[in-house]
Nanobody, 118 residues
Framework: QVQLAESGGGLVQAGGSLRLSCTAS????????MGWYRQAPGKQRELVAT???????NYADSVKGRFTISRDNAKNTVYLQMNTLKPEDTAVYYC????????????WGQGTLVTVSS
């Protein structure tokens, strides 16, 4: 059973920064892809950023140039550095980890709340 532990959410003023962390445990294997998704009230969950085991990244257009995703494979940890935060970034942020071997697993964290005030 894979478990994801998230931290780093909180309240910040517009223009400020936060750094989210997520550590995967409960598996003998390194996740193939890790990422961050977010869900604002009344909206569907959307992709924020993903990163492969090899370091390839993908970002939502709305966060390009402001957010940076990174990972430490030795620690099974993924990070999301969020700069120049906007009120529109307010959401619950969820960590995701995908495993392909020995079987497919799609794990999610419990979510951490990010609130950006004007």
């Amino acid at each position: 059973q894979v478990q994801l532990a998230e931290s780093g959410g909180g309240l910040v003023q517009a223009g400020g920064s936060l750094r989210l962390s997520c550590t995967a445990s409960g598996s003998l294997f390194v996740p193939n892809t890790m990422g961050w998704y977010r869900q604002a009230p009344g909206k569907q969950r959307e992709l924020v950023a993903t990163i492969t085991r090899g370091g390839s990244t993908n970002y939502a257009d709305s966060v390009k140039g402001r957010f940076t995703i990174s990972r430490d494979n030795a620690k099974n940890t993924v990070y999301l550095q969020m700069n120049t935060l906007k009120p529109e970034d307010t959401a619950v942020y969820y960590c995701n980890a995908q495993y392909y071997y020995p079987n497919s697993v799609d794990a999610w964290g419990q979510g951490t709340l990010v609130t950006v005030s004007s």
